[in-house]
């Protein structure tokens, strides 16, 4: 009988969503643990009347009291109504927040077709409600165009809402311009 008591114990506390605090049992609690952990992660963001967003991850880590999730390996694709592909990228690493802000790490590359650049940079943080994302000021950041511009220099910031990319310093490359 208490075999069976014991396992509908385990069952219950699993159903019910609650974590064992190990400090309370005389040990330390790590706080790295996630809540969740997934391997092989797809994950596809759908509405009525938007594009379609389908971010893949070798591994994801879910923490609910930090109000972040972290991705490894991470590549995305955003498509349009139409199937068309807008954007994609890949990052090493990615630490999303609860409020959609995020860290990207790794050798970053986002590419969007319907503004044909590509940016590439080892870091970048990403700020959603101003649609704001920079890199580290040491940091040098590569964009290229199509046409075969390339541009690339260190302090990289873009105001999306203002349709403004800038560089503080160091800044090189080639501009192409058709006749």
Request: with cysteine.
């Amino acid at each position: 009988m208490k075999p069976l008591l014991g396992l509908s114990l385990l069952l219950l506390l699993s159903l019910s969503g609650c974590r064992i605090n190990y400090a309370l049992a005389g040990g330390e609690e790590d706080e790295s643990i996630p809540d969740i952990y997934m391997e092989g992660l797809t994950q596809i963001q759908t509405s009525e009347g938007s594009n379609a967003v389908v971010i893949t991850a070798d591994r994801a880590s879910l923490f609910s009291e930090e109000g972040e999730t972290i991705f490894h390996s991470l590549e995305f694709r955003e498509t349009g109504r139409d199937g068309s592909l807008l954007r994609r990228g890949t990052a090493g690493q990615v630490r999303l927040m609860d409020n959609d802000d995020a860290d990207l790490s790794g050798g970053v590359m986002i590419e969007s077709f319907e503004d044909d650049v590509a940016i590439e940079g080892d870091a970048f943080s990403w700020k959603d409600k101003k649609q704001y994302l920079s890199a580290p000021e040491e940091s040098t950041v590569r964009m290229v165009r199509q046409d075969k511009t390339e541009i690339a220099g260190s302090g990289f910031h873009a105001d999306f809402r203002l349709n403004e990319i800038g560089f503080d310093r160091s800044v090189r490359g080639v501009i192409t311009v058709e006749d």
